[in-house]
């Protein structure tokens, strides 16, 4: 019996580093975001502005990316263990297709935001294999890092 709650326990750690991961990949794109928005030009459009979207950053990361790197884990998950370029290539194409199907804005750019929803969950892929659960730096992308990104 008592084997049995530590193999509980266990699980129960694991879905709790799965989801700091999650947070953390997220931290790194909302960063990213938050210096391209800061150091684009001020004469130019915002970069949303350009793609007809009218959602804030992190409505872009929480809301869609954040969502479309779980469906693309889930997706992963049902299938048999596979090669790094397999899985790049997997979440590429749900960044794409996640993007170029549930997102909002003008069609006329909707070959450029699918794009750039799978150059965002190939971040979140990247994060799942450089932030550890053991790192103090996962806690800090996947809470401070967005507190600090929403508070500039």
């Not at 370029?85 to 290539?89: C, D, H």
């Given at each position: 019996m008592n084997n049995g709650n530590a193999k509980w326990s266990s699980g129960r750690l694991d879905v709790g580093f799965y989801a700091l991961n999650k947070l953390a990949s997220a931290g790194v794109v909302l960063l990213l975001l938050t210096v391209i928005g800061r150091v684009w030009p001020s004469g130019m459009e915002k970069p949303a502005e350009l793609l007809g979207l009218s959602m804030e950053q992190k409505e872009w990361v929480y809301g869609y990316a954040l969502i479309a790197s779980l469906v693309a884990d889930a997706l992963l998950s049902f299938l048999p263990k596979l090669a790094k370029?397999?899985?790049?290539?997997l979440y590429a194409a749900v960044g794409f297709g996640f993007f170029a199907l549930f997102n909002g804005g003008s069609p006329d750019q909707l070959w450029i935001r699918a794009s750039l929803g799978a150059v965002t969950l190939l971040l979140f892929l990247w994060g799942k294999y450089a932030f550890p659960a053991d790192s103090l730096i996962?806690?800090?992308f996947a809470i401070a890092v967005p507190l600090l990104c929403w508070a500039i």
């Open positions: 370029s397999l899985q790049i290539g996962t806690p800090i």
